[in-house]
């Protein structure tokens, strides 16, 4: 995957923000194994070109998710669903779109890998399809899943050809969450079902667990990957790693401070032994954890639990972040320069801004957040100081 990363929100992907409820944006992933799924069937992935609309004329666009490449390159998802990309910078921006047919899909998760590459999941009821570009928007593709399900969780690629997504699968509840984990080695083209959902639980080892709600997976290489999320009630993490490129998962031992119930998000790798990974507490504090690895996921550590940020963060690499304040702090923005194990107050977008949904720097100067206001509007922000101070962006796009 590119370099930086969104956690908690709706993108995978970006020079390593975490995101989410991201990041991402922040995770935010080729492999065949059991439950291949036959792509020669009747259900097997198809493909159909897409066209672009013509040109429009501009209109105000308000934003969800950010994912910058550079600071004049980058994508969108805006908050009606619409993909956008952009190579004047983050004020201009041309609505790249897939073109679909009726029924229109309701478009969901994305996650962009370059300036050229992009997948994003769409639904018609529970038949799931995802649409990928490698044009940086023109021509998008669509390759059905072959399996229905309700939602996809997230989309993770490591390069333009290898990845995964993790899909709800149709009896999932709030207390029972089943999921399918689907991987591509042809950049999306063929997505094949590498573990079943009906199968998990029955035996203990290799399963995912069918309780449980799930944020998200990740890969950093073609075998090692995780699935994060929380048990309510649990004081053991819901954090799986999978050694064989997501066909088996086994439960990875997690330290939390002082015993509590934490949800993870999916970590992100700034080379194959340096790691970072959110975690927030599941109480009303909602206080953020950081968890750091140094020997490529075998082991995890953290510096406690912190009420000053949230969850909401963006690390450019394992020393280098930001994070968002809590909720009393909703507007405000932190750094660290030592792994979360400090926090510095640096500034706030506004007096208006009650909290923030997405950030993402893609330098130690260069990044951009987009708030909630008092007066129930979405606002782009930018700064090039490191976030010291930062400036209010009107966003337009044109088809």
Not at 365 to 374: D, E, L, P, R, V
Request: proline share 5%.
């Amino acid at each position: 995957m590119h370099k930086r990363k969104l956690w908690r929100s709706m993108i995978g992907g970006g020079q390593h923000s975490l995101l989410l409820p991201a990041l991402l944006i922040l995770c935010v992933l080729g492999l065949v194994g059991c439950g291949t799924t036959d792509t020669t069937s009747d259900n097997a992935s198809t493909l159909t070109p897409l066209p672009t609309p013509t040109a429009g004329p501009s209109q105000p666009a308000t934003l969800k998710v950010i994912h910058m490449v550079d600071a004049k390159t980058g994508w969108a998802l805006t908050q009606d669903g619409h993909v956008l990309h952009t190579t004047n910078g983050t004020d201009q921006w041309r609505d790249s779109s897939p073109t679909v047919r009726e029924p229109v899909p309701v478009f969901g998760v994305a996650t962009f890998l370059d300036a050229e590459n992009a997948w994003i999941a769409g639904r018609v009821n529970d038949k799931v399809s995802i649409w990928r570009t490698y044009t940086g928007g023109e021509v998008w593709l669509e390759s059905p899943l072959p399996i229905n399900g309700q939602d996809v969780v997230n989309i993770n690629f490591i390069d333009p050809q290898n990845g995964w997504l993790l899909l709800k699968a149709t009896n999932s509840t709030d207390t029972n969450n089943p999921v399918m984990v689907f991987s591509t080695l042809d950049g999306g083209q063929d997505w094949n079902q590498i573990n079943n959902a009906d199968q998990q639980d029955k035996t203990s080892a290799n399963m995912l667990p069918t309780s449980g709600d799930k944020t998200g997976l990740s890969f950093n290489n073609s075998n090692q990957g995780w699935i994060t999320g929380t048990t309510p009630g649990s004081k053991a993490p819901l954090f799986y790693q999978s050694k064989d490129g997501g066909n088996t998962w086994n439960s990875q031992a997690l330290t939390a401070p002082n015993d509590s119930t934490i949800r993870t998000f999916p970590p992100i790798f700034f080379n194959q032994k340096d790691g970072v990974m959110a975690a927030e507490l599941t109480d009303n504090s909602h206080a953020a954890i950081i968890y750091t690895t140094h020997d490529g996921g075998t082991s995890w550590s953290n510096n406690g639990s912190t009420s000053s940020i949230t969850s909401v963060v963006s690390f450019i690499n394992a020393n280098q972040g930001w994070a968002t304040g809590s909720d009393n702090k909703g507007g405000t923005i932190y750094s660290t320069r030592d792994s979360g194990k400090t926090w510095d107050r640096l500034s706030q977008l506004g007096s208006n801004v009650v909290n923030i949904t997405t950030l993402q720097f893609i330098s130690a100067t260069n990044g951009w957040a987009i708030g909630n206001t008092k007066a129930d509007t979405t606002q782009l922000y930018q700064t090039t100081d490191g976030g010291k101070s930062w400036s209010p962006i009107t966003t337009t796009s044109h088809s």
